[in-house]
């Protein structure tokens, strides 16, 4: 069962902070996040492991609260470079490993 | 080169014909996958492997077969392609071991799949 985010898009100005949501209704082992841009591959930003640990990647960081089954990315002074569609990608146990995408945020960064 | 590398990038295919995409990654990576990706519905996993000749169902299996006889490669085969089938097909590979979690996954380029 595919997680679900929030919200499908955002539009923001150089500069501003966005959150990206992440829930599943099923228990969760850990969280990815992955940005995508136009025409190419996904590309890894960041793992988070149950144990609500936050993790960061240049300014952009994420948290996991593994009681509500949610993560959140947390776009800060947001650069151009940060548009792209985002994933949070869940595993729900470490045996088996199935690595399951949401649908994706798509962010526009303006100049 | 060393990566994960998809073949073909496109393909225009007739709708019952059967088509492989063909996927091989140089890292001997234990686990691979593969998505389809269309509008409003983000990445969907299709199968996944833990290791040569070990796979297994992932959201949207039917109409997919797959086998992995070597680590490296790991090809998607559509038995008899529909239009439904139109989409873009990615390969991931990740090194996770068996009840760990997953570690980084790395993609590959796609192939950009219309079937006709």
Redesign the interface.
């Known amino acids: ?2 997680p679900v ?1 929030s919200p499908q898009a955002v539009i923001l100005r150089e500069g501003e902070d966005a959150v990206i949501n992440c829930s599943s209704s099923k228990a969760l ?2 969280v ?1 996040w ?1 940005r995508q841009k136009h025409g ?5 930003l960041m ?1 988070l ?1 149950k144990g609500g640990e936050q993790k960061g990647h240049e300014k952009i960081s994420a948290s996991f609260n593994e009681k509500k089954q949610q993560s959140s990315l947390y776009l800060t002074a947001s650069q151009l470079s940060y548009s792209g569609t985002y ?1 949070c ?1 869940t ?1 729900r146990g ?11 945020t798509r962010v526009l960064v303006k100049p | 080169d060393a990566g994960i590398t998809q073949s073909p990038r496109y393909k225009i295919t007739e709708t019952g014909r059967q088509v492989t995409l063909m996927c091989h990654q140089t890292w001997s990576h234990s686990y691979m996958f593969w998505y389809r990706q269309d509008l409003g519905h983000g990445l969907r996993l299709i199968y996944y492997s833990a290791a040569a000749d070990i796979t297994d169902k992932g959201e949207v299996p039917d109409g997919y077969v797959v086998s992995r006889s070597k680590t490296e490669n790991f090809p998607l085969t559509l038995e008899s392609a529909t239009r439904s089938q139109t989409s873009v097909y990615f390969c991931a590979s990740s090194e996770s071991r068996w009840g760990e979690a997953n570690t980084e996954a790395f993609f590959g380029q796609g192939t950009r799949l219309t079937v006709v």
């Open positions: 069962q595919q985010q082992y850990s990815h992955y190419e591959a996904p590309v890894f793992i492991l994933f990608g595993e470490a045996a088996g490993n199935k690595l399951t995408f949401g649908g994706g």
